[in-house]
């Protein structure tokens, strides 16, 4: 199998559970059709299940992916975010309900045509970058469809989009992605991704299928799979965890995760 069509088996994209607000807020992941899980890892909701007291911030990890989203009640505002080098934070209502798409790295681009630098730490009206897209997403849904009606609603609009495109899969590409995802990001890019291809070549295909270089896209695939360890504060110093993935010392790795993820690894994993 093509590592192309086999990322999903290498790599798992997590997002933290909702703490704030409790059981007032839930987030949730669900699977796309069988055919389209070779380039959307999930659909997602995120929603108020009883009105807030006061505004939602919510964080959203860097995981290497491109995500359109909207609000449920407002369809016709659709937005694409792409790669993050860092956490991103919006500020909420106290009352949303948030749907989104949840690509895995390439398939965006891929799938649409669209350089992923472009997109690269920000998001944008998806109206701007894909016009019939968010068309059909604010004539075909609305706040009274549930979460599995979305679920139908969009696989049948990819199952009939993506027979129709031209993949560019170009093994250069892929096997360089492949030896990042295998080593779980811990990879020395200058001198372990000898691909068939010139470093410039390299990057230029990873900034536009990726959004970023190779050497920023195995950080956040090491954060990643620091995240899917899930260790607890007494692994973090007594095993000291930072070695083991690539660090010389605490600091750095401490940097780099509030970086990704917002708050420290103390934080994150109490």
């Known amino acids: 199998m093509k590592l192309s069509e086999n990322i999903r088996g290498l790599y798992t994209p997590i997002q933290p559970t909702v703490r704030q607000a409790f059981e007032k807020v839930t987030y949730i992941e669900f699977l796309p059709d069988k055919e389209l899980q070779n380039f959307i890892y999930c659909y997602w909701q995120l929603k108020t299940t009883k009105p807030l007291s006061e505004e939602f911030k919510y964080r959203v990890v860097a995981d290497g992916c491109i995500d359109i989203f909207f609000e449920l009640n407002k369809p016709q505002d659709s937005f694409v975010m792409g790669f993050c080098k860092n956490y991103t934070e919006f500020p909420l209502e106290n009352s949303f309900n948030y749907i989104g798409i949840r ?20 998001f944008e009206l998806l109206s701007t970058v894909l016009p019939e897209t968010s068309n059909f997403i604010a004539t075909n849904i609305n706040k009274t469809l549930n979460s599995n009606e979305i679920k139908t609603i969009f696989d049948n609009y990819l199952l009939k989009l993506i027979p129709k495109i031209k993949f560019d899969f170009d093994n250069r590409l892929y096997n360089a992605i492949g030896k990042i995802l295998q080593k779980n990001g811990v990879i020395n890019v200058e001198t372990d991704l000898d691909t068939g291809i010139s470093p410039r070549q390299l990057r230029r295909l990873f900034e536009y299928y990726i959004g970023t270089t190779a050497k920023t896209f195995s950080r956040v695939v090491r954060f990643q799979n620091i995240l899917r360890s899930k260790p607890s504060k007494q692994s973090l110093r007594r095993n000291k965890l930072f070695f083991d993935v690539g660090f010389y010392d605490q600091s750095h790795f401490i940097k780099e995760f509030k970086n990704f993820y917002g708050v420290t690894p103390n934080k994150a994993f109490r």
Request: aromatic letters at 16%; a positive charge; zero cysteines.
């Open 103 to 122: 690509f895995l790295p390439t398939m965006f681009p891929q799938i649409f045509k669209v350089d992923a630098s472009q997109l690269s730490n920000r």
